[in-house]
């Protein structure tokens, strides 16, 4: 007899269900570009969107032009030459593709702008729409942030790819910060470097888009390059605004009892998994015998990013069904292998890298899909349609 094969895992437990049932969204935005300028012109581009119109399609489009453009400056850009003056051997990055690039950030954020009140325009509100648009907001961080490096290369007036992953951990760890936040307080505070990252980001690339790179080839008084100029300010944005804003809204949930009022344990339970991965691969990358990094950054970062990805919408599945976050995942694994063959068999650690960033991809792609399918048949709705107030 033919059994159809099935490869569901039930990610969510009976714990995290229930808790989705009772979960009420709560969040803070007092971005002056977000609360006057953005959220005026969603209100308006909502109203021209069909009430048919699913707001979780919006979603997966907007993540889709994030994958376009990452796509598209892999094929123009694979080892992030392409603006090295000093790398003639590889050519520059067409205009057009800077201005594309530009285009699909800007629906992209338009998007993601728009999918809420979309919901709440068609009555879908629920904890499926706000974990799909975060837990691809996580993996978002990573294909755009890549995106950014190729308009300044990876030698003249920039940083060295291991720089750029520092600069990657920064992001990361920016993003991941504002859930652990909101796991200990319940409310989402929505930070001020997202709006400003994007509408940056779209500038960047319509500058790049007239000029060219090397329109970025500037140095600023002190011998202090374009590209180093956007690390430092990457690095101090968080240093001022992320971190201690997190843990002042953490300590105020604690002092007035606001908030979840986790042991300390408990409370900082999800960063474990998170120190785990940027130990293994810091060590990897740094002390890699054959320069893993330099050989190809664009792989480790699609790898590292996607496995970031996957533990932070882990953390987002906790905190929103109000269950205590798992201590590690199985997904960490993989990297810690890969790293420790880059090690052993230097020769061949590529190979390896390769295998890892294909087992991160097909392990996050199950995890989404299977906790997305739970979660549908748990509350009786559908992904990508509204279902009908009759069915």
Not at 59 to 79: A, E, I, P
Not at 265 to 281: E, G, K, M, Q
Request: glycine residues 6%; hydrophobic residues 45%.
């Amino acid at each position: 007899m033919y059994h159809k094969l099935n490869l569901e895992v039930k990610y969510l437990t009976e714990q995290h269900l229930t808790g989705f049932e009772n979960y009420k969204y709560s969040s803070v935005d007092t971005s002056p570009l977000s609360v006057y300028i953005m959220h005026p012109f969603w209100n308006k581009v909502v109203q021209y969107c069909p009430k048919w119109v699913a707001p979780n399609v919006l979603t997966f489009s907007g993540f889709l032009f994030t994958v376009f453009n990452f796509t598209l400056f892999t094929f123009y850009d694979y080892y992030l030459y392409a603006s090295s003056d000093d790398k003639p051997q590889y050519p520059p990055i067409p205009r057009w593709v800077f201005a594309l690039g530009a285009f699909n950030v800007f629906m992209a954020y338009t998007l993601d702008g728009i999918d809420g009140k979309q919901a709440r325009r068609t009555q879908t509100s629920g904890p499926l729409g706000e974990l799909f648009d975060h837990g691809l907001d996580s993996w978002t961080t990573m294909l755009i942030s890549v995106c950014m490096f190729s308009v300044f290369g990876r030698t003249d007036h920039s940083v060295s790819p291991l720089r750029m992953y520092f600069i990657l951990w920064n992001v990361f760890i920016s993003f991941y910060l504002t859930h652990w936040e909101k796991y200990n307080t319940g409310v989402l505070f929505l930070p001020w470097g997202y709006d400003l990252s994007m509408v940056g980001t779209i500038i960047v690339f319509v500058i790049s888009s007239i000029g060219g790179h090397k329109a970025w080839k500037i140095v600023f008084p002190g011998g202090i390059p374009v590209g180093v100029m956007f690390e430092v300010l990457l690095y101090v944005t968080a240093i001022v605004s992320s971190l201690p804003v997190v843990l002042w809204n953490i300590y105020k949930s604690y002092r007035d009892k606001t908030g979840k009022m986790r042991t300390f344990l408990d409370a900082i339970r999800p960063l474990l998994p998170l120190a785990v991965l940027f130990s293994i691969s810091t060590i990897w990358v740094v002390h890699s015998p054959s320069n893993i990094i330099d050989k190809d950054p664009r792989i480790i970062f699609l790898a590292i990013g996607t496995i970031f990805s996957n533990i932070c919408c882990r953390l987002i599945v906790s905190q929103m069904s109000n269950t205590r976050c798992e201590l590690l995942s199985w997904i960490l694994l993989p990297v810690a292998v890969a790293a420790l063959f880059s090690f052993i068999l230097p020769s061949i650690d590529l190979v390896f890298t390769y295998i890892l960033a294909i087992i991160a991809l097909l392990a996050h792609i199950h995890y989404g899909t299977c906790v997305v399918r739970q979660m549908c048949r748990h509350f009786r709705i559908h992904t990508f349609h509204i279902k009908d107030r009759a069915d």
